[in-house]
């Protein structure tokens, strides 16, 4: 009869939780950071929309960028060592084999079924060479993260983090305080929308989000209002 499954697992080595969530609090924090150096330093309202707007831009297409070069990088890198993998396997298998047993012997099996387990695991050598880069390596041959859409997911969720402090100032908006309250309203509720993946509590990721992003932006409001006051010229 095949085995019962009780419980599921959601994917935690897919691409695309770490960028979606970082694109969205950088794109967020950052871009209300900008938007707030620039109110701070006296611009019009023209000036503060254009610099959110560039600010968006800038950042979802440099994410993006980002993501996919280092993601590409990390996979070329382990598709690289299972190369070395998948050459040894050919080459030594009997040598693999021993190593494959001597790891099970490792986590507690006795070395006759190890060294049966290893033999019978080895039969195939893609399934060999699936155990072999799990052990080794920490890797799936045929599930390394995806680079596309990595870039993909930092891409939109920079944006839409982005786009929320500027919207004030592109439906009229002449001070801060609007974008502020939208800024505010994001960051706690997108870190408390994050919660709902890793279980935390939901009013400890809101609010350590809105007071990292809160943070940020005082300090860069601080240096545009220095800077406006001091009268630089531009």
Known sequence: MPAEIHHQHRDVTGGWLRPAVFGAMDGLVSNFALIAGVAGGQAAQRVVLLAGLAGLAAGAFSMAAGEYI?????????????????????????????????????????????????????????RALEVHARAELGVTPEDLPSPLLAALSSFLAFAAGAVLPVLPYAFGATSLWPAAVVAGVGLFGAGALVTRVTKRSWWFGGLRQLGFGAGAAAVTYGVGALIGAGGVAP
């Open 70 to 126: 280092s993601v590409a990088s990390q996979s070329e890198l382990a598709e690289a060592e299972i190369e070395v993998e998948r050459l040894e396997l050919e080459r030594h298998p009997h040598a693999e084999q021993a190593e494959l047993a001597a790891r099970y012997v490792e986590r507690g099996l006795d070395p006759e079924l190890a060294a049966e387990v290893a033999r019978q695991l080895s039969r195939d050598p893609d």
